[in-house]
């Protein structure tokens, strides 16, 4: 399905009038009563221009303010195109209600072929968080035979056409991340999002290295998820990204993604069986990761950025591991198989390992629809961050405000490290020894057993990767969580 478009535009009246609509925010308060807010002196042009007193429009309908709140005032057309006004609640102005006001728009007139001229912010970090959320909001993805294939154009009036470039093309990434998680795993398996890959690869002249079969021999963890279902098996996809060379050192950033395309628990069967009804979504940590990478030749940050997409099927079948198995993972370290249903761990831990065995990351990031307990203790509007490094996490906390992929760092509490251990293997990976109830702090611990002494970070992101509802920025679906944070994380290295 396409995307919504977005462009700049100036402040001027005959630019603003020549959409179909425009769209301007207001506030109430306490105090004034309501206020238009936004590209005033536009603004004011507008109602001269049209005749129309939109406080007095605002007043009539006694709205709440509430962000994403909209009125629809019809104007009269006067020789343009414009025959109505969006008058859209700010809230507080701060720059969460402006992804709210622009998402609540965006899905109000998505599926529809209409050009919008937006006078809602004036500030940089407000347009392009408005600008982005703009499209998220308009975002559609479905395989129905009659589909329309129409989507909005918002106008944006912005003094930068970078900041609007740059909204797009994060936008598209994000949506594009949407895309791969919505695809049903009857399309979607490891050799499929090695095409997906491929494709990424070829536009952004990307290069890439695809490892399968026989290749993936020291890979314990990939293969022993992997080969339950052995057609077409697992995939190890490694992406990169890097700069033009101009002598000097700059920082390599390595991002690991769980790719479970699909998640039947394996031997260890979910249960109940609505269960894995999401769990075509058990991939969303890869797709972030890829597009992100493929994002970067056109921002052209001074990082160098590896992406490792880790890609299994977890399957119910004669070749599946049992519990009990045990499997050596990349680069020596034993493991107890306890419980097949988590298998995220298993292919991260092999990724993890690659990385710092083989490239010298001076940054090791991991992202995962991992755990269930993370969902639990956050809910879905923060993903759980776990890392040593304070300086990193406050790094990324700040990223997250900025790009509304909010995170919440969490504790690696190395009093539970002894319910990792095994009998007779390195480490179980379930913490099966000892009743901590706290399964997202020990997989983040499990999982830091193979970085090595990296400065290394764990985002399970279980629950922000999915939405259960059609609700402010995200879909019912696939929300694409992950791809702004970590693109604005590595803008700002």
Known sequence: MPYAQLSSISSRVEDIVSADAIAVGFVKSEEDGYELVGAIDAIASIEKFFDVDLIDEISFFQPAGKPGEILEIPVSQKATKADRVFVIGLGDQSTQSHRLAAASLGRK??????????????????????????????????????AK?????????????????????????????????????????????????????????????????????QFGGLRAVGNSSPKPGPRFIQISYSPKATGKKIPHVVLVGKGITFDTGGVSLKRPYDLMMAMKSDMAGASAVLNVVGALPELKPRVKVTALLMCAENALSGTSQRPSDVITHYGGTTVEVLDTDAEGRLVLADGLAYADAKLDPDYLLDIATLT?????????????MYTRDTKLASQLVAAGESSGDRLWHMPLIDDYQDSLESDIADFNHTADKGDYSAGSVTAALFLEKFTGKRKWVHLDVAGTARSESDAGESPKGGTGFGVRLLIDWIMSL
């Open 149 to 217: 294939t129409y989507q909005p154009t918002f106008n944006i009036v912005c003094k930068s056409e970078k900041i609007i470039d740059e909204a797009t093309v994060i936008a598209n990434a994000v949506c594009r991340a949407r895309d791969l998680v919505h695809t049903p795993s009857n399309i979607k398996n490891p050799l499929w999002m090695a095409q997906q890959a491929q494709k990424i690869a070829k536009e952004g002249k990307l290069t890439i290295k695809v490892l399968a079969g026989k290749e993936l021999v």
């Open 372 to 384: 269930g307990s993370a969902t639990l203790g956050l809910g879905r509007q923060y993903g759980a």
């Open 109 to 146: 007139l998505r599926g529809k072929k209409i050009n919008v001229s937006n006078l809602l912010a004036t500030q940089s970090q407000d347009i392009r968080a408005h600008a982005i959320s703009s499209v998220l909001g308009s975002y559609t993805w479905t395989l129905k035979s009659d």
